[in-house]
């Protein structure tokens, strides 16, 4: 290969390798969602992804209504662990259009996020995170504890 086409082959894998190139896609195992309540929701980052836990909610499919108070989320042992390099942005994907969405560190701050059915967000430190969203059939929150490295 001569030189141009060896500047051309390292700026490809430059770009394949690069930490912004590829996002991992849905989780490939289903989620255990209710098929009652909100969609499942999921989260990735730039090498893994899983499904969000469900938490409380209130949600309206058809003519029905269901809520759900989920208990005191520090002890569930359901709750995903989503390993993400200090710095690194996420991306959380809701299967509806959320009208507003937020994220609130458990016992700690609260961030508004840009509505939208994929909203990027950059953790700020480890700990229990409870995702929210809005929509026009009622609310949903999610949970994930999050290990930065």
């Not at 700026?11 to 309540?37: D, I, K, R």
């Not at 991306?91 to 609260?110: D, N």
């Not at 909203?119 to 929150?141: D, M, T, Y």
């Amino acid at each position: 290969m001569g030189r141009l086409g060896d500047v051309v082959a390292i700026a490809f894998a430059a770009v394949a390798l690069s930490p912004g190139a590829t996002w991992p896609g849905p989780p490939s195992a289903s989620s255990h969602a209710s098929s009652l309540g909100p969609p499942p929701a999921w989260v990735e980052t730039h090498t893994n992804s899983l499904w969000l836990a469900q938490s409380s909610s209130c949600w309206r499919r058809g003519t029905h209504t269901v809520c759900a108070d989920d208990f005191t989320p520090q002890l569930r042992t359901d709750i995903p662990v989503l390993r993400v390099r200090r710095g690194a942005t996420v991306r959380i994907h809701f299967r509806f259009a959320p009208q507003a969405a937020s994220v609130t560190k458990f016992r700690g701050p609260h961030e508004t996020l840009r509505p939208a059915r994929v909203v990027e967000w950059r953790p700020p430190q480890s700990g229990l995170f409870i995702i929210s969203a809005l929509a026009g059939r009622g609310n949903a929150s999610y949970l994930a504890r999050v290990r930065l490295f």
